[in-house]
């Protein structure tokens, strides 16, 4: 089945983080991927089961294009992480990624900074939903986006979950 968006000017966006939402670093994170070598199962253990069945209802019901975040893009570009997505099974998530899917926060931005800039300079529609969690999600509590009922914060250790999907749905398709 094709997840992919439909196109560029009429998808939703998705402005994902990784830690604590797909990723919960148990037993492997994205210091992880930096190892030479790498541990022998970490594409098989770096994400959350969880956390990952509720992305792809996402994924599957609102066609979102994603915008990447997260803290890896330090390490990590589009490219690299379409890859490394294809190698750990989110292959709905390589196809979903924006191209221009990368919003890094520069030195002294918040998290909130960094994801107004990049819809100010990208976005072409205003359905869109933030997925984070509250220690990297700087800026974001009490924002207009969080306001707006377009920020889900998922708890640290636990990750994105079913209890999300309906909120994401929401501010997905309004």
Not at 48 to 70: F, G
Request: glycine fraction near 6%; charged fraction near 25%.
């Amino acid at each position: 089945m094709d997840l992919a968006p439909t196109t560029m000017g009429d998808s939703p966006l998705l402005l994902l983080d990784l830690d604590d939402t797909l990723c919960l670093n148990k037993p492997y994170g994205g210091r992880h991927l930096q190892l030479s070598p790498r541990p022998p199962d970490l594409y098989q253990r770096l994400w959350s089961a969880p956390a990952v069945d509720a992305l792809q209802q996402v994924l599957r019901e609102a066609r979102p294009q994603v915008v990447l975040t997260t803290s890896w893009l330090s390490f990590l570009d589009l490219a690299a992480a379409r890859q490394l997505f294809e190698l750990t099974g989110l292959e709905s998530l390589a196809h979903a990624l924006h191209p221009d899917g990368e919003a890094p926060q520069l030195r002294g931005q918040t998290r909130a900074e960094a994801i107004d800039t990049w819809l100010r300079r990208y976005a072409r529609t205003g359905r869109y939903a933030i997925v984070d969690d509250p220690l990297s999600g700087t800026g974001l509590r009490r924002s207009r986006h969080d306001r707006s009922g377009r920020v889900v914060f998922c708890e640290v250790d636990v990750g994105l979950s079913q209890v999300h999907v309906p909120r994401l749905l929401r501010a997905l398709t309004r």
